[in-house]
């Protein structure tokens, strides 16, 4: 037995008609950040001070 | 007045468990890291806006608030990022029982603790010096 209407059930869509795709693009964007995280990490940690030069010599 | 019919289950009607807190805490952290970003960003612009408008940013980064600020700030990202791996493995099916979940809850919060304890002092050891 199924609680989706005969209608959702034909167009085969959520209430959000784009769930798999948002679902998708958060995963592969979230597995994208992992390694950009633990790369903004260590560049900061690795900074030896906050000073002007030393910051815009970084960027 | 409780309706005389059955209720789809909602947080008041389960017992606590501090998995419940971790879950809530990734959402927290979450929302809290898009603040962080922004003054991320503020910084970097700052600096590319040249010297003085660097100089103007920099006394709010470096005062014991702005500090403050940043030590959660790294502590919410840490947490977040633990924590998004655990979902990760979650998405592909790992861990998933009762028992498990509770571990890597455990693992979680205890590599978190780590790994901010060791980039918070990392922050403080080294004075933030405007060469």
């Known amino acids: ?59 | 007045m409780m309706a005389e019919r059955p209720l789809s289950p909602f947080l008041t009607v389960h017992r606590w468990a501090y998995t419940m807190t971790l879950s809530i805490l990734h959402r927290a952290t979450g929302v809290a890291l898009i603040a962080a970003l922004l003054g991320l960003v503020i910084w970097l612009i700052s600096a590319s806006f040249g010297a003085d408008s660097y100089a103007a940013v920099l006394p709010a980064l470096t005062s014991v608030a702005g500090k403050v600020v940043m030590c959660l700030a790294v502590i919410a990202l840490i947490y977040h990022f633990c924590n998004g791996l655990r979902h990760l493995a979650w998405d592909i099916g790992w861990g998933f029982e009762r028992s498990a979940a509770r571990r890597s809850g455990k693992l979680v919060l205890l590599a978190t603790l780590i790994g901010s304890a060791l980039c918070i002092y990392w922050i403080l050891a080294h004075p933030a010096g405007a060469a």
């Open chain 1, 1 to 59: 037995m199924s609680l989706r209407a005969p209608l959702a059930q034909a167009l085969n869509h959520g209430a959000a008609h784009d769930g798999v795709h948002h679902w998708w693009v958060q995963r592969v964007s979230a597995i994208a950040l992992a390694p950009l995280v633990i790369w903004l990490i260590c560049q900061l940690l690795s900074l030896p001070d906050a000073g002007y030069l030393t910051v815009t010599a970084w960027i």
